[in-house]
């Protein structure tokens, strides 16, 4: 009896774990469209700064803050969901869903310090409108490493493939494990994951966790994140090319 009852409640968990895995992946779908908006509205903001259209400007960062703000929470819902799956155990007692998935979200919105209008996303928005007239140079009250590190600043934990030593940007299928988050050409992680024998443990060095092929998927924000990384990678070559020409002019006149 007792054998049936912890088969029964096994059973229960595996589900709820597989429910909100499922959730959680759906609802990254809504964050990837978020993300897609916001760059969008950052090319608008780059068009209207250079028409020094600078009320525009403010008016589209002001509503880039609001949407950062929704952005957060949809992260943290998402990321709530799946955490829910994981620690979830039947108890003798009826579970609140409710309280457990609120209590998930507020953990995650605490270990959050930055305010939305200091958030990465927001700096990078007004680093690159003030790099529209003032490339290379730093904005005020800011130093140069600092706009260095919110330009280059990434969400991706790798950035190059360990198995084809591409970088992210460069693969023609990028994946992405849903255990550790790490990033792979797909044809070279799922030939690693099949001549692996046993438990194919993540190639990343130092990562532990094991790899299963239906868990390593192109999920809709690794998308979004690699192109805004190719576009970051743009606007700090084209950076370094004005501060050689600089670097030039001053040797010239000296």
């Avoid at 799922?190 to 130092?206: N, T, V, W």
Wanted: proline share 4%.
């Amino acid at each position: 009896m007792a054998s049936t009852s912890a088969s029964r409640h096994g059973g229960a968990a595996g589900r709820i774990k597989n429910a909100a895995t499922t959730l959680s992946a759906e609802s990254q779908s809504l964050v990837a469209e978020i993300r897609k908006a916001l760059h969008m509205m950052t090319e608008i903001a780059v068009e209207f700064e250079k028409d020094n259209e600078s009320a525009k400007v403010k008016d589209l960062e002001n509503a880039v803050a609001e949407l950062v703000e929704a952005y957060e929470n949809c992260a943290s819902y998402a990321a709530a969901v799946e955490s829910v799956g994981n620690i979830y155990q039947p108890g003798a007692e009826l579970t609140d869903f409710k309280k457990l998935l609120e209590d998930e979200f507020e953990k995650l919105r605490s270990s959050s310090s930055s305010s939305s209008q200091n958030h990465q996303l927001i700096r990078k928005f007004r680093g690159v409108v003030w790099n529209v007239h003032h490339l290379g140079q730093p904005m005020p009250g800011e130093e140069q490493e600092d706009i260095v590190m919110t330009s280059t600043q990434s969400s991706l934990l790798n950035i190059i493939c360990p198995l084809s030593g591409k970088p992210v940007t460069e693969l023609a299928e990028p994946v992405r494990s849903v255990l550790c988050k790490h990033i792979y050409e797909k044809k070279a992680i799922m030939l690693y994951i099949a001549s692996e024998r046993g438990q194919p443990k993540c190639p990343i060095a130092g990562c532990p966790k094991i790899l299963q092929a239906e868990k390593v998927v192109c999920d809709p924000l690794l998308v979004v994140e690699i192109e805004e990384m190719r576009c970051t990678s743009r606007q700090t070559a084209r950076a370094n090319v004005v501060e050689d020409f600089t670097e030039l002019d001053e040797e010239e006149d000296n």
